[in-house]
Every structure is written in structure tokens, then in C-alpha cells.
T-cell receptor, first 110, second 112 residues
Framework: QKEVEQDPGPLSVPEGAIVSLNCTYSNSAFQYFMWYRQYSRKGPELLMYTYSSGNKEDGRFTAQVDKSSKYISLFIRDSQPSDSATYLC??????????FGAGTILRVKS | GAVVSQHPSRVICKSGTSVKIECRSLDFQATTMFWYRQFPKKSLMLMATSNEGSKATYEQGVEKDKFLINHASLTLSTLTVTSAHPEDSSFYICSTGSGEQFFGPGTRLTVL
């Protein structure tokens, strides 16, 4: 079993839809949870960063962490074609290396 | 967040040559930097953890004599791919941060 599980997709949605991306993990020691967006041939861009459990909202993006279920989510409201990219979840114990999910390919159709 | 740059963004070299990739933290005191490689349509694979003023820690299966890492200052870490071969062709990315990690734009290496 992988330490972090993420469905690779691809996930295809129409423009304006609400997108839900998810990851599950097995290591209860993880405290820091991140979502990255990566366009082709570019470095990952940090979208959301959450410490421990809870929700965080930034514009069209909402990140949720449920440590009791070992489950994290990223919601994208009013999705746009420019949101088409690979979304990577990542988590760590402070100061330690990141553990990544496989990445989910998202395609938003206009 | 931290701003991370990489140089060069793209390099093409002949088999057998060595290539140096620089990773700079522009606004953050980076005591630790991480080096990753990424194959097409795959997630990032951690190669090594670079520590300022000390030896890097390599992940299992990564040849330390082939991928030389130097982290001589709080703003610069370098990865040198020695005697590069076509199988070393990949996308190399560095990151730094505390808690959250910020990534550089990546370096695409093509070995002919």
C-alpha cells in the first residue's frame, strides 16, 4: 500500500463545474498538507497549505483535512479551462521530506 | 512564500559530459533544499536532501557519485549530473521551505 493514494484520473469537467480532488494517506504522523498545481513542463505551484485538521479557503479554492479519516480534499469552484493541469497532493512531518500522491490530471472543457 | 529559481531552465548535452544545475532561494534562508526528478506523466521522485554546510542525504537507489550535490550557502544548492547518459534525461526540480515547500521552475535535461 502506498503511503499516499491519489486517483490519477484524468478527470474531465465542463467549465463552471465544481471540482473535487482527494487523497488518502496511511501515516498518522503527517501534520502538513499541501496541494500543488503543475502545468506541463513547469515546476509545481503551491495552491493551498494546511496545518493539521480543518478547512482553508482562498478564492475559488477550498482545502479540507480530516485527520481522523486520513483524508484530504481540494475543491475548485467555477472551474475554468485555465485550471486544466495536474494537481498533486503532498504531506509531511515538519522539516521532513514531502510525500506526494500520484497526481490527478484535470481537464476543464469550455 | 519562498521564491526559488533554477538555472538553466533547459540543457542539452552529449553523453559523457557533466551538467551542473543551480537552485537559488531568493528570499528565504534555505538550510535544507530538496532535489527531485520527474519523468513524463509521473509524480515527483525525491533524489536527495541537501543540507547547508554538510553532506547531502540520498534516497535509496540514487547514486551519490553520479548526482553530486553541493549546498555551500543558505541561498544556493547545486546538482551536478556527472558523466551523463541518455537515461539521465529528465526534469529536475528543487524545493525549499519550512513546513510548506516551494518549488523552482525545473530544469529539463536532455542527454544525446
Amino acid at each position: 500500500q502506498k503511503e499516499v493514494e491519489q486517483d490519477p484520473g484524468p478527470l474531465s469537467v465542463p467549465e463552471g463545474a465544481i471540482v473535487s480532488l482527494n487523497c488518502t494517506y496511511s501515516n498518522s504522523a503527517f501534520q502538513y498538507f499541501m496541494w500543488y498545481r503543475q502545468y506541463s513542463r513547469k515546476g509545481p505551484e503551491l495552491l493551498m497549505y494546511t496545518y493539521s485538521s480543518g478547512n482553508k479557503e482562498d478564492g475559488r479554492f477550498t482545502a479540507q483535512v480530516d485527520k481522523s479519516s486520513k483524508y484530504i480534499s481540494l475543491f475548485i469552484r467555477d472551474s475554468q479551462p485555465s485550471d486544466s493541469a495536474t494537481y498533486l497532493c503532498a504531506m509531511s512531518i515538519y522539516g521532513n521530506k514531502l510525500v506526494f500522491g500520484a497526481g490527478t490530471i484535470l481537464r476543464v472543457k469550455s | 512564500g519562498a521564491v526559488v529559481s533554477q538555472h538553466p531552465s533547459r540543457v542539452i548535452c552529449k553523453s559523457g559530459t557533466s551538467v551542473k544545475i543551480e537552485c537559488r532561494s531568493l528570499d528565504f534562508q534555505a538550510t535544507t533544499m530538496f532535489w527531485y526528478r520527474q519523468f513524463p506523466k509521473k509524480s515527483l521522485m525525491l533524489m536527495a536532501t541537501s543540507n547547508e554546510g554538510s553532506k547531502a542525504t540520498y534516497e535509496q537507489g540514487v547514486e551519490k557519485d553520479k548526482f553530486l550535490i553541493n549546498h555551500a550557502s543558505l541561498t544556493l544548492s547545486t546538482l551536478t549530473v556527472t558523466s551523463a547518459h541518455p537515461e539521465d534525461s529528465s526534469f529536475y526540480i528543487c524545493s525549499t521551505g519550512s513546513g510548506e515547500q516551494f518549488f523552482g521552475p525545473g530544469t529539463r535535461l536532455t542527454v544525446l
